[in-house]
């Protein structure tokens, strides 16, 4: 089993919709979440943490379910600028910064 | 203010032959970090370093692949001979610190695509 699970898409949704992404991870002792956004043929690029408590950055929000071991990425009134890969990355135990990846879910927003 | 830069961008080698990519930090970044992405296998964390150290060098495929880091703004990934499985994009990424929970961001530079015939 993958460490960190992520369904790869293609989700295709119009202009407007919300679109949810979830991932899961295995490690139960994991500590830190983020989601990376990653253009086609860019590097990765820090989207946001991901906080117990959830958080929200503008259209884009968060969860954690550790007793699930599942973290989600809502995404309201999408913009034809939002396609790209969402890339969920966990680290695992241990303060070593190692982060791991999963292999990404690809959004892309039509007209 | 400029970010992880990586060079060559894009690589185009025959088996056999020695391919040297090189990656240089952001000034002041403390941890250095070395991955592979490929469509079947996703991003890779091959290497990292820590103030110059190899922390965690478990993700390297095998002894054709090897990684230094001389100083705090230079890191080279070799790989001799090179195959055409090791075709791939290689990111550099650093981090101010790995050991600051803190400040796990990692900057990811453009990347050098790979190609062995």
């Known amino acids: 089993r993958k460490e960190v699970e992520q369904d790869p898409g293609p989700f295709n949704v119009p202009e407007g919709a919300t679109v949810a992404f979830n991932c899961t991870y295995s490690n139960s002792a994991s500590q830190s979440f983020f989601w990376y956004r990653q253009d086609c043929r860019k590097e990765p690029k820090l989207l946001m943490s991901?906080?117990?408590s959830g958080n929200e950055d503008g259209r884009f929000t968060a969860q954690l379910n550790r007793a699930s071991q599942y973290i989600s990425l809502l995404i309201r009134d999408s913009k034809l600028s939002d396609s790209a890969t969402y890339l969920c990355?966990?680290?695992?135990?241990?303060?070593?910064?190692?982060?791991?990846f999963g292999q990404g879910t690809t959004l892309q927003v039509k007209p | 203010d400029a970010g992880v830069i990586q060079s060559p961008r894009h690589e185009v080698t025959e088996m056999g032959q020695e391919v040297t990519l090189r990656c240089k930090p952001i000034s002041g970044h403390n941890s250095l970090f070395w991955y592979r992405q490929t469509m079947m296998r996703g991003l890779e964390l091959l290497i990292y370093f820590n103030n110059n150290v190899p922390i965690d060098d478990s993700g390297m495929p095998e002894d054709r692949f090897s990684a230094k880091m001389p100083n705090a703004s230079f890191s080279t990934l070799k790989i001799q001979p090179s195959e055409p499985r090791d075709s791939a994009v290689y990111f550099c990424a650093s981090s101010p610190d790995s050991r600051q929970t803190s400040q796990e961001t990692q900057y990811f530079g453009p990347g050098t695509r790979l190609l062995v015939l």
């Open positions: 990355v966990v680290i695992p135990s241990g303060n070593t910064g190692k982060l791991i």
């Open positions: 991901v906080y117990s």
